[in-house]
């Protein structure tokens, strides 16, 4: 994918996670089922993801490079990054705890939306600021993944964003 698509889908992708949290019930917002996550906790959980790499993205090309290095290896494609965020999965892999989030009041629902949709947008931004070498050049680190390339990140976080909204559906059927 090229960075246009890229944008286009981590765009999209938070809008749909959005608007399908935004018409859940009060109930359906808060409902723990199963000692699973709630929607507000999946909606917190996604929130805590993207801020960080909010806040890496901020940072100049040649600084990231600086602290975290450069790819020794291309980017591996939207399909193939899934594939691998998968196989940890299914090896026991689970957020982190500055990851992990806390419980979440149905009163908090209307402004982690309007927080959500102003981080993803803010995401967009800041990735539409790097060329589509520095995606493949660049690299941070991920929690579960290790050091993957920016591209691969964004990738990520487009995928990572539908994986919960699909969490979600799945417990409020």
């Known amino acids: 994918m090229k960075k246009p698509e890229i944008i286009a889908a981590l765009r999209n992708n938070h809008q749909a996670f959005i608007n399908y949290l935004g018409g859940l019930s009060s109930e359906d917002f ?6 699973k996550w709630t929607a507000g906790q999946h909606l917190d959980h ?3 993801s993207v801020t960080p790499l909010n806040k890496g993205l901020v940072l100049p090309g040649f600084l990231l490079k600086l602290v975290f290095g450069k790819a020794n290896r291309p980017s591996k ?3 193939e990054l899934v594939a691998k965020y998968k196989q940890k999965l299914s090896e026991g892999g689970k957020a982190s705890a500055p990851f992990i989030p806390p419980p979440i009041t149905t009163a908090k629902k209307e402004s982690l939306l309007r927080e ?5 947008e803010r995401l967009c931004r800041q990735a539409d600021r790097f060329s589509e070498i520095q995606l493949d050049q660049l690299v941070a680190p991920h929690p579960l993944l290790g050091k993957i390339t920016l591209r691969e990140m964004l990738y990520f976080t ?3 964003v539908l994986h919960h909204k699909a969490l979600v559906e799945k417990t409020n059927l």
């Open 30 to 35: 808060v409902a723990d089922r199963n000692g």
């Open 46 to 48: 996604i929130i805590r």
């Open 77 to 79: 494609t939207f399909d």
């Open 116 to 120: 959500l949709d102003s981080r993803s």
């Open 158 to 160: 487009a995928h990572h």
